[in-house]
Each structure stands twice: as C-alpha cells, then as structure tokens.
C-alpha cells in the first residue's frame, strides 16, 4: 500500500536558521505530492505541491522538489521565522476512480525561538 | 469569502450518544472529504464523497456514517458505536475527484470530547 513516512519531531530552530524536514513515501505508480501545514488549533493548509518527478514545488520561501530516483520530497526554507512554527505533513495522492484520497504522514512539529 | 465552515468547534458527548458535524463549503466542489486526527498521528480518511448522493467509505468508517443530499453539506454523524471517539475531526473538498492538478482544501476542523 501506499505510505509517507516523515521525520519525527519536535524540530526546534533558531530564528534565521535552515531547515530541512525530510520525507520519503512508498507508492505504486507516480503519486501527486504535497506540504500541508498545521497551526495550533486550526485546519490544514495546502503549503506547496508537485505532480510529477523533478517539479518544484515553492511557497512563502518553503521549497521541495519531487524526486522519483529516490522516493522523497523534503521541505527546505532557507531561514525560518517564529511564525513558521507549526506541525507540517507531507501527504501523496492518486487521481484514481476511487476518488481523491491523500495518504498523509503523521506530521513533524517545528519550534522556532528568537 | 468561499471557503469551509465546520460547526461546531467544540462538543462533548456523552457516551451512548450520537453526534453530528456540520461541513459546509462555498467553492463550488464535487468531491468532499471526512478526516480524523489523532494526537501525534496523521489524518486518516473516514469518509468521502464525488458527487451528491455519492459517498465511499475510506480507511476508519467504522462508527460514523455521512450524507451527501446536497453539493455543499457533508455532515458526519458519530454514532455510539464508535469506540474512541474523542478527536480533531477535518473537513475537505476539492473541485474534482481527479487529483492531478487540484487542491483538497480544509476546513478549520471540529474537536469531539467524550465525557
């Protein structure tokens, strides 16, 4: 079956610093792949996408590439903020008949301290 | 402003009870979505559905049960059959059932206390 498997966290930061979330999945096939990301007490948020080996896929500074030779799509920011602080999910996806279901993996928390 | 509204944002149950969660979306989306999250855990697919008077069961349906009698509702039902109920429940939709290319969007989510 399909699976994502995230680093655990916490991972605490400090302001300015780089960061790296890694993630890798397991699929049949060529999965869409996705970072959601999660404040507190709130839903989730589509932070960036790619649907196909070697896009990249960028938002607010967050970047991550699909990489099909090794199974993965890890997230980078070049220097992160305490406002970055929240639980990010790497998820993939399918456009099969059975509909648009996500597999998602279980989330690494991000701590960033001034 | 479209978006997803769930209601309510808090609820408690007693045990033995049903409950119901109330999604509404705005976007015009075929496809809607039902979520649980687990502390430490990621979301797991309940139910979802494609088209109005559609829906599937997905990963953990076991204990809720879902309609889809219009385009923008996807009210969840908890039943008491549901053994460990008490969690953060995600609402979604997407504009298609086809992934490629679309976003599934979330609503703010529910949290569910039983007590």
């Known amino acids: 079956g399909n699976s994502v498997t995230q680093m655990e966290g916490p991972v605490t930061l400090s302001e300015e610093a780089f960061l790296t979330i890694n993630c890798t999945y397991t699929?049949?096939?060529?999965?869409?792949l996705f970072w959601y990301v999660q404040y507190p007490g709130e839903g989730l948020q589509l932070l960036l996408k790619?649907?196909?080996?070697?896009d990249k896929g960028s938002n607010k500074g967050f970047e991550a590439t699909y990489r099909k030779e090794t199974t993965s799509f890890h997230l980078e920011k070049g220097s992160v903020q305490v406002s970055d602080s929240a639980v990010y999910f790497c998820?993939?996806?399918?456009?099969?008949?059975?509909?648009?279901?996500?597999?998602f993996g279980t989330g690494t928390q991000l701590k960033v301290e001034l | 402003d479209g978006g997803i509204t769930q209601s309510p944002k808090y609820l408690f149950r007693k045990e033995g009870q049903n409950v119901t969660l109330s999604c509404e979306q705005n976007?015009?989306?075929?496809?809607m979505y039902w979520y649980r999250q687990d502390p430490g855990q990621g979301l797991r697919l309940i139910y979802y559905?494609?088209?109005?008077?559609?829906?599937q069961k997905g990963d953990i349906a076991e204990g809720y049960s879902v309609s889809r009698e219009k385009k923008e509702s996807f009210p969840l039902t908890v039943t008491s059959a549901q053994k460990n109920p008490t969690a953060f429940y995600l609402c979604?939709?997407?504009?298609?059932?086809?992934?490629?290319?679309?976003?599934?969007?979330f609503g703010e989510g529910s949290w569910l206390t039983v007590v």
């Open positions: 979604a939709s997407s504009k298609s059932h086809r992934i490629t290319g679309n976003t599934i969007y």
């Open positions: 699929a049949t096939g060529y999965p869409s």
């Open positions: 790619a649907t196909k080996a070697d």
């Open positions: 998820a993939l996806g399918f456009p099969t008949g059975g509909g648009n279901k996500l597999t």
């Open positions: 976007l015009n989306h075929d496809a």
């Open positions: 559905s494609q088209i109005v008077n559609d829906f």
